[in-house]
């Protein structure tokens, strides 16, 4: 079945610095994929909607300018915050759209900015 | 790793009431969530219930927790052709960092 690998599972970085993580369908061509983020016992929240080779669509109240969504492949997305600061760490998950319509989520990353 | 069950399709009349079933692994989750995610749209939260309930009612869904098995269930009532979506179940709140983990998710359909 449709299979999404997020990397890296788990990242600790220092407070200023930029950490990337990448989202790839391994097994199907992802049209649309979105990212999400879950802070600690809360539910998730949208932040963009990334289609192939066009700019993400951000919701509103998420800096595009601090979180860069790069979908450069009809299989990978990358989302990279920029100068992390400790209200950055968070549970970050991907999802990936398949050409049939249905979503498949990666396994999430952890990022803790010291 | 946790581990999370759906069936991939339901297919119902518009009036019959849907059931959603799920099961999950991780006996630690203390909030288990109910999403909905339609065509080209990001994940949209359904309703959720804590893990010391057994049941929880929200108009026209309904949520069955049955801890020991570790079975959880979303009732739509009076299904209509706008439920026609992705249900993902979501059991989080566990371990040290509550993250949640997704199954595949349930295609209803819901058949005029």
């Known amino acids: 079945g449709a299979v999404v690998s997020q990397h890296p599972s788990r990242v600790i970085c220092k407070s200023g610095t930029s950490v990337k993580i990448e989202c790839r369908s391994l097994?199907?061509?992802?049209?649309?994929m979105f990212w999400y983020r879950q802070f600690p016992k809360q539910s998730l929240m949208l932040m963009a909607t990334?289609?192939?080779?066009?700019?993400?669509?951000?919701e509103q109240g998420v800096e595009k300018d601090k979180f860069l969504i790069n979908h450069a492949s009809l299989t990978l997305s990358t989302l990279t915050v920029t100068s992390a600061h400790p209200e950055d760490s968070s549970f970050y998950i991907c999802s990936a759209q398949g050409p049939r319509g249905g979503y498949t989520f990666g396994s999430g990353t952890r990022l803790t900015v010291v | 790793g946790e581990d999370v069950e759906q069936s991939l399709f339901l297919s119902v009349r518009e009036g019959d009431s849907s059931v959603i079933n799920c099961t999950y692994t991780?006996?630690?989750?203390?909030?288990l969530y109910w999403y909905k995610q339609e065509p080209g749209a990001g994940l949209q939260l359904l309703t959720y219930?804590?893990?010391?309930?057994d049941m929880k009612q929200d108009q026209r869904l309904t949520v069955l927790l049955n801890k020991k098995d570790k079975h959880l269930s979303l009732r739509i009532a009076d299904t209509q052709t706008g439920d026609s979506a992705i249900y993902f179940c979501a059991p989080g709140g566990g371990g040290s960092q509550g993250n949640l983990i997704f199954g595949k998710g349930t295609k209803l359909s819901v058949k005029p």
């Open positions: 991780d006996s630690s989750s203390t909030y």
């Open positions: 219930i804590f893990s010391n309930m």
């Open positions: 990334s289609n192939e080779g066009s700019k993400a669509t951000y």
């Open positions: 097994d199907f061509q992802a049209t649309t």
